[in-house]
């Protein structure tokens, strides 16, 4: 059973015969890759290597792989819920209790990342699955992800457009927070169905990032708690040496369950439903990438 098919891969439904437990085996066409994406390879071969590392509750589970003259097979635990903004779509409904519990594992994955040395760079909604029981939300893709020593910093400008950092956008070197600013993203995403800044990944310089990123909220989210508020404030902060920490985001009021009210319903499942499209277009980052899609209307 074909599960999905990319440009370079296709996954599979697959058994181990032992047990009868079902695993989702991606077949990576290793010719296809190199002449279509030169160099792209090592990215997966980098994501094998990382996985092989990792392990926690919400990051995908890497049961094997293995490679041959013309393929890289990688069997990896099987999450058929599907992507977790399509869950909410299609639910129709959200609480803030329930948004906290699901982010909360998100944010849990990224400290325990982090703590290893290790980030994610392309969080983003596509990357995020959830169970078929809904309890449990998984990070995936780990292609471009980056081991770091201790308070070293990165230069590559990478990862998908609309969950880029300031400080990226700027060319500037980064760290960890990256990961943290595409974590408010996508928080923002869930609680108000949009996104919070439009998605141009012109370079831009410290003066305009204090001008561009300056956060908002859709006249449909007003009833968006305080503490909601104020979590979204600490994530997308501009400056990466303010910004929460992704185990400071843990220990948050707001994500942690305390305060986050079960009876606020929110209205983002509906604008999801309009916005989805363009939250999860398939627009990668490039050094001259121009254009633009726009965040909500306000």
Same mark, same amino acid.
């Given at each position: 059973?074909?599960?999905?098919v990319?440009s370079?891969? %296709? ?21 296809a890759v190199e002449?279509?994406?030169k ?9 094998i ?5 990792l392990?926690?509750p919400?990051?995908?589970f ?7 003259? %013309?393929?890289?097979? &990688?069997?990896?635990e099987? &999450?058929?819920?599907?992507e977790l ?13 329930e948004?906290?519990r699901?982010?909360?594992g998100?944010a ?8 290893m ?19 449990t939300?998984?990070?995936?893709d780990?292609?471009l992800?980056?081991?770091?020593e201790e ?11 609309g ?5 990226m ?5 980064y760290s ?10 996508i928080?923002f ?7 919070p ?6 370079r831009?310089n ?6 561009k990123?300056?956060?908002r ?6 009833n968006l708690?305080?503490h ?7 994530l997308?902060?501009?400056?990466p040496?303010?910004?929460? %920490? ?13 305060v986050?009210?079960? %009876?606020n319903m929110?209205e983002?499942?509906?604008?999801l ?10 627009h ?10 726009a965040?909500?209307?306000r």
């Amino acid at each position: 059973q074909v599960l999905g098919v990319g440009s370079t891969s %296709t996954c599979y439904r697959c058994l181990d015969r032992s047990t009868g437990q079902a695993f989702a085996c991606k077949l990576i066409d290793k010719r296809a890759v190199e002449q279509k994406f030169k160099g792209l390879l090592e990215q997966f071969h980098n994501e094998i290597s990382v996985l092989r590392q990792l392990r926690h509750p919400h990051i995908i589970f890497l049961k094997d792989a293995f490679e041959t003259e %013309t393929r890289i097979h &990688m069997v990896l635990e099987i &999450m058929e819920g599907g992507e977790l903004f399509d869950f909410v779509v299609n639910r129709g409904t959200l609480s803030e209790a329930e948004a906290a519990r699901m982010l909360r594992g998100v944010a849990s994955a990224l400290a325990y990342m982090h703590s290893m040395g290790i980030i994610h760079r392309d969080l983003k909604p596509e990357n995020l699955l959830i169970s078929k029981d809904a309890s449990t939300v998984k990070i995936i893709d780990f292609g471009l992800c980056k081991a770091l020593e201790e308070h070293a910093q990165a230069k590559s400008f990478l990862g998908t457009r609309g969950y880029l950092a300031p400080e990226m956008l700027q060319r500037e070197s980064y760290s960890k927070a990256v990961d943290v600013w595409a974590l408010g993203v996508i928080c923002f995403v869930l609680l108000c169905g949009c996104l919070p800044f439009d998605d141009d990944s012109s370079r831009i310089n410290r003066k305009s990032a204090m001008a561009k990123f300056v956060l908002r909220f859709p006249r449909w989210a007003q009833n968006l708690s305080p503490h909601a508020k104020d979590l979204l404030g600490g994530l997308l902060d501009v400056n990466p040496a303010t910004r929460l %920490t992704a185990q400071a985001a843990l220990d948050h009021p707001w994500l942690s369950g305390a305060v986050a009210a079960a %009876t606020n319903m929110l209205e983002s499942p509906k604008a999801l439903r309009q916005q989805l499209p363009r939250i999860r277009s398939p627009h990668y980052a490039t050094p001259s990438a121009g254009g633009q899609f726009a965040s909500c209307s306000r």
